[in-house]
């Protein structure tokens, strides 16, 4: 169950559990408020049924009739776990599932709850006590449960987001027309929102290109975030070395065009754009909050500096840009850290272990 089937990490990681879910043990059904969005039609192309309960607002009958669907549909389809996957459809899901008899419920953490609106938070919190257990993506996450909403460790199992290893894979670094003339590309995939920290990368790169030529920043997402960093690039002096362009389902081009893939978040858990660069072959640079330490061990697959902090994460850029073999190394060692621990049949092992725990109880 999750809000919308659009763009986004938790979305993507919907759509693979359950395009990958082993059929023989489980019949994967999603569920959604908002219709349409991309991995809709993904999902129905591999067979999986959705229920789309369109809904609007908590308050008002909307809610009332997507609990009613939710009742029929599960009773039709013998529907025996409830999984939400992020807080709109914890706050919703969990104690809808619970008052229309699904056997097993759990809920997701896969953010820190800082993120989360604060009228919110006592619905969460609720859910917390209501669910059978709380899948969780990172380390972070289940430490931050424990020790600051006091969530018992009994009900936390982390299970670490899937990834496709044999489509994320390293590959020669291939430029598009616009960055031909690239020496090195400074990039990074996301969507363009405030915690992603994305003016300190325009900030950092001003300062490492000034005494270089040929680098590129690539900047690939929407968001409302879009605008102020054009008008940053532009105040800096650097806008013919930038690059912008639109969100897309299909990063994989942007991602074989970038040296070195930057995540600059101000917040985080275990990001999938961060896995994505790594696999396919990118040197990685992250900020040291959430659960990018997870990924990015500092000095081996990658280098870490702090967040919101434009200056260290020039001095972490400039090594990468100047030493190609540095680069290449981290990178390598990068792309075989997340193929051994990361790929689908892993991933997707994990949740089915935690599926199939809940149901035998």
Same mark, same amino acid.
């Given at each position: ?66 609990? =009613?669907?939710? /009742? ?5 389809? %013998? *529907? !025996? #776990? ?5 807080? &709109? ?114 900030? =950092?790169?001003? /300062? ?5 030529? %040929? *680098? !590129? #920043? ?5 968001? &409302? ?125 994990? *949740? ?10």
């Amino acid at each position: 169950m999750t809000r919308s089937l659009g763009h986004g990490g938790t979305e993507r990681q919907v759509a693979e559990i359950a395009k990958s879910i082993d059929r023989a043990r489980f019949t994967p059904h999603v569920a959604c408020f908002d219709p349409g969005g991309f991995r809709e039609a993904e999902l129905r192309a591999h067979g999986v049924p959705i229920l789309q309960m369109n809904m609007r607002s908590f308050f008002s009958r909307d809610s009332l009739r997507a609990v =009613a669907r939710l /009742r029929s549909y599960a009773q039709t389809h %013998g *529907i !025996r #776990l409830a999984h939400t996957f992020d807080h &709109p459809m914890n706050v919703f899901g969990v104690p809808a599932g619970r008052a229309v008899r699904i056997p097993i419920v759990l809920s997701s953490q896969r953010s820190h709850r800082d993120l989360i609106p604060p009228k919110h938070l006592p619905m969460i919190r609720l859910s917390d006590r209501l669910v059978d257990g709380i899948v969780v993506n990172c380390n972070f996450v289940r430490h931050h449960l424990e020790c600051d909403y006091r969530v018992p460790a009994r009900k936390i199992r982390v299970c670490y987001n899937a990834l496709d290893t044999s489509r994320f894979h390293p590959a020669p670094r291939t430029r598009p027309p616009e960055l031909a003339d690239a020496t090195t590309v400074i990039g990074v995939v996301c969507v363009l929102r405030e915690i992603k920290g994305v003016d300190t990368l325009v900030e =950092a790169f001003a /300062r490492v290109c000034r005494d270089r030529t %040929g *680098i !590129r #920043l690539l900047i690939v997402g929407s968001g &409302p975030e879009r605008h102020g960093l054009e008008r940053k690039c532009q105040e800096l002096g650097i806008w013919k070395a930038c690059c912008f362009r639109d969100s897309t389902s299909d990063v994989l081009p942007w991602l074989h065009a970038i040296d070195v893939f930057v995540l600059p978040s101000r917040s985080e858990a275990l990001s999938n754009s961060l896995m994505e660069a790594m696999a396919s072959g990118c040197c990685a640079v992250a900020s040291r909050v959430g659960g990018n330490p997870e990924l990015v061990q500092d000095g081996v697959t990658g280098l870490l500096f702090e967040p919101g902090n434009p200056a260290a994460l020039a001095t972490q850029l400039e090594p990468v840009v100047d030493n190609p073999g540095l680069r290449e190394r981290l990178a390598s060692a990068g792309s075989q850290f997340i193929a051994e621990n990361f790929c689908t049949a892993r991933s997707i092992g994990s *949740i089915e272990t935690v599926y199939s725990e809940f149901l035998s109880k």
